[in-house]
């Protein structure tokens, strides 16, 4: 099977008014763009509205998109763009960098009592030898425990691990979106990607005890 | 000397490529000794990759597509992005 076309082949191919090729790019990004928009405006409807301008402001932008970006970065600052402005006009206004701290400044990455008092673990991580990401993340089961330690985030972990972990941006771009520093996004991922660590071990941990 | 407790606090900065030299370097010592932080480095890499792909959201919805091709349709002939046809 050839490999499935390439973003900016896309983009050519829809100046040259494919249809079938702009149909391929919202497949592409839509879920992304949806969920990039939820971090301003919450509601997933507004969020689906706001998208639908996402890509008619793409179109309308075409011709001048400089191609020195990749075109999913593009589609993320229109997105990023659009969603603040509808987010403010929704009178949910806060600036998302100014929303209240995440009231866990002082968590740890792994719970105190699983070390010694000299900092050494007392109970040691599994080594989860037997599990694979594809078997994880197909098994319904273990993807909805994910999800739900995902879902159950502070709001700023919960969008910096979502663009990081899930749509693949760069710090970058995160920073750039959300108007966070590095060194915030970093402590945010790091805080949120340690709870969906643990999350996940607390659900194996499950599953051996329930065999 | 890196404590097992203090590794666990390093690992985004180290997976993001942000500690100095010296930091990397007592990192990568105590997980050559360490089998519990190697595991639990491990551990950590496996909930990225798999987080990574439980992006398994539906398809884009008919009516949301159905309305996005009309106004393809719609940019395409008031001549798209490029000179009228």
Redesign the interface.
């Known amino acids: 099977m050839p490999p499935p076309p390439r973003d900016l082949e896309l983009l050519d191919r829809i100046?040259a008014?494919e249809?079938e090729a702009?149909?391929s790019l919202?497949?592409r990004h839509?879920?992304m763009l949806v969920r990039l928009a939820m971090v301003f405006v919450r509601d997933r409807a507004v969020a689906?509205e706001v998208v639908?301008e996402v890509?008619?402001a793409a179109?309308?932008?075409?011709?001048?998109f400089e191609r020195r970006a990749s075109v999913k970065s593009w589609l993320v600052s229109i997105a990023a763009n659009l969603a603040k402005t509808r987010g403010q006009r929704e009178r949910r206004s806060t600036p998302f960098s100014a929303l209240a701290p995440p009231g866990d400044e002082n968590a740890?990455?792994?719970d105190?009592a699983r070390?010694a008092a000299?900092?050494?673990?007392a109970s040691?991580?599994?080594?989860?030898d037997e599990?694979?990401?594809?078997r994880?993340?197909l098994r319904r089961e273990?993807?909805e425990w994910?999800?739900m330690a995902?879902g159950q985030l502070p709001e700023q972990q919960r969008a910096v691990?979502t663009m990081r972990?899930?749509?693949?941006l760069g710090?970058d771009e995160v920073c750039n979106v959300l108007g966070i520093s590095e060194t915030n996004q970093?402590v945010l991922?790091?805080r949120a990607?340690?709870k969906?660590?643990a999350a996940?071990?607390q659900y194996l941990a499950g599953e051996v005890n329930r065999c | 000397m890196l404590t097992c407790q203090q590794l666990t606090e390093l690992v985004t900065d180290y997976l993001e490529g942000r500690l100095t030299l010296g930091q990397k370097l007592s990192f990568q010592m105590h997980l050559g000794m360490c089998r519990h932080c190697r595991s639990y480095l491990k551990q950590m890499r496996l909930t990225l990759r798999t987080v990574g792909k439980i992006d398994v959201e539906k398809e884009v919805p008919a009516e949301v597509r159905e309305d996005l091709l009309k106004r393809f349709r719609d940019w395409k002939n008031r001549g798209g992005s490029g000179p009228a046809p």
């Open positions: 100046l008014g249809e702009f149909a919202v497949e839509q879920a689906e639908q890509w008619m179109l309308e932008g075409l011709s001048r740890l990455a792994v105190p070390f000299n900092g050494g673990w040691p991580p599994e080594r989860w599990e694979t990401p594809e994880l993340s273990s993807r994910i999800e995902i691990m972990d899930i749509d693949g710090s970093r991922l790091h990607r340690s969906v660590r996940l071990e």
